[in-house]
Each structure stands twice: as structure tokens, then as C-alpha cells.
């Protein structure tokens, strides 16, 4: 009886004693060198790249606001994070998103972008620190393909002949600006968008710009995504909804 043990693999008595061979291990096999740490970091930090590499190529992108165009929704220096997938899957930009997009035709020319170093060249590329150096703007899309866009005097701004309510407006500015470039009535071609800032007496934007190769619209195929989380600093954490006078009734242009 006692308290042996039987090994059903030999018929004996007793645990199985493994042979032993030169490595000392059961199964002969010599078992994997484990890599050192200095050797294993380099491979864990090309991995990590290459993840934030393809999130910002795919997902998410964080971008600098480098002026005040579109206070109080987004301050000077803010980060945000912008969504690229959505376009992905064939979305296009809607009334009241505010959309980053590349230089349509010169609406940069005479501002002076200040140039990365190296390091930051390479950490904006892969993901790791906003886009720097690059020809891109932030703007709220306030007309989609077939929309009438007008300003008369100080507005409101009307859409379709809906005048909106626009909270988002820069505290002290009119909707509409009464200098010549603010007053205008337009429509939007199919591809296209019309944007504005919310800080309506400070923004270059699709006003400014009518005399382009694009009549101050902005194609679709220049959007970059939609600026959803205002990232950075913690301070000024926010998301950036479509606000509700876009969701009004009757705001769709004439079929």
C-alpha cells in the first residue's frame, strides 16, 4: 500500500526520473537563450513606432492649432486629435464639423510656418508629436455640396435661407462681416465645402479666398478628418460636436 506513486507510462513504482544529458534538461532540447533587455528594446521600440505610425496614418493624427481663427471652440497652441477613418469608409465632412485640411490654393502664402528640426520632423511622422511644418487649416464646414451660403450686414448667416444660431461665434464678433469680402451669397459645387471660423473678425477663410482656383471653397479631396477631442492641454479637454442649428428642419437645400 504505502505512498508510492504509480507511473502509468513505465508500469514502475516511484516518479519518472528524466535521463539527464549534457543541458540537463528533460527532453534533450536545449532550451532558448533569453534575449537581454538591450537587445529586446530596440525591437520593442521599432513595434511601438510602428503602431503610432499606422494610428496616425489610419485613425487618429493630432494636429497644433497654431493661430486664434477658430476661439473659443480651439485656442492658440491647442492639440487635438483628428478622426481619419471615417473618411475611410467613404463619410464625407457634414454641416458644423470642424475639418483640418491642406492648403486648397495658397491660404497660407505669406504666413511663415516656422521649420521642424530633424526629431521633430521624424516624431510628427510617425505619430508621436503633432503634424509640424505642414500646410494645413482648421475650419468649421458651414456649407456641403448644393448649399447657398449668404451674409448680409451683420447677419445672420443664413444657409438655404435658415438663418442660424451660432453659439460658437467669438464673443464681441458679428456673424457676418460688413467689409466687402463678408458680404457674399454663393453655392457650393458638388465636391466641395464652404468653411468659416468661429472667430468670425479674425479668420482668412472661404471669404477671403474667392478669387482662388476654387472660388474660396474647399474640395473634399484636401480634407484630412474631422477634429473630434481638443487633446492637449488637460485644461482645455473637450469634444467638438456638430452644433444643434445644423440639425435644424429644413436646412437641406431644394431637391
Known amino acids: 500500500m ?3 506513486v504509480i507511473d502509468a507510462r513505465s508500469g514502475g513504482q516511484g516518479p519518472e526520473e528524466a535521463p539527464s544529458d549534457e543541458a540537463g534538461t528533460a527532453s534533450g532540447k536545449r532550451p532558448k537563450p533569453k534575449r537581454p533587455f538591450w537587445v529586446e528594446l530596440p525591437i520593442l521600440a521599432c513595434v511601438a513606432l510602428g503602431l503610432a505610425f499606422l494610428i496616425k496614418t489610419f485613425l487618429l493624427q493630432a494636429f497644433l492649432i497654431p493661430s486664434g481663427s477658430m476661439q473659443n471652440a480651439l485656442q492658440e497652441n491647442d492639440r487635438v486629435l483628428v478622426d481619419k477613418l471615417t ?8 454641416r458644423g464639423e470642424v475639418v483640418v485640411f491642406k492648403d486648397p490654393a495658397g491660404w497660407l502664402a505669406g504666413n511663415p510656418v516656422q521649420e521642424p528640426n530633424v526629431a521633430q520632423k521624424f516624431l510628427s511622422f510617425v505619430g508621436l508629436m503633432p503634424a509640424a511644418g505642414e500646410q494645413h487649416l482648421i475650419k468649421r464646414v458651414i456649407g456641403v455640396a448644393g448649399d447657398t451660403v449668404e451674409c448680409v450686414g451683420e447677419g445672420p448667416l443664413k444657409v438655404n435661407g435658415k438663418p442660424l444660431t451660432e453659439p460658437y461665434v ?4 458679428t456673424a457676418c462681416s460688413t467689409d466687402p469680402n463678408g ?10 465645402l464652404w468653411v468659416m471660423g468661429d472667430h468670425r473678425q479674425s479668420s482668412l477663410d472661404s471669404r477671403y479666398h474667392r478669387n482662388d482656383a476654387h472660388g474660396g471653397m474647399v474640395p473634399t479631396s484636401d480634407i484630412v478628418g474631422r477634429a473630434v477631442v481638443v487633446a492637449w492641454p488637460l485644461g482645455h479637454w473637450a469634444t467638438l460636436p456638430v452644433p444643434d442649428t445644423f440639425n435644424q428642419p429644413g436646412l437641406a437645400p431644394a431637391p
Do not use: D, I, R
Not at 87 to 94: H, I, K, L, Q, V
Not at 183 to 192: A, H, L, M, R
Open 170 to 173: 467669438y464673443p464681441g464678433n
Open 87 to 94: 473618411p475611410w469608409f467613404g463619410s464625407e465632412p457634414a
Open 183 to 192: 458680404q457674399f451669397k454663393v453655392t457650393v459645387p458638388s465636391g466641395s
Open 2 to 4: 504505502g505512498n508510492s
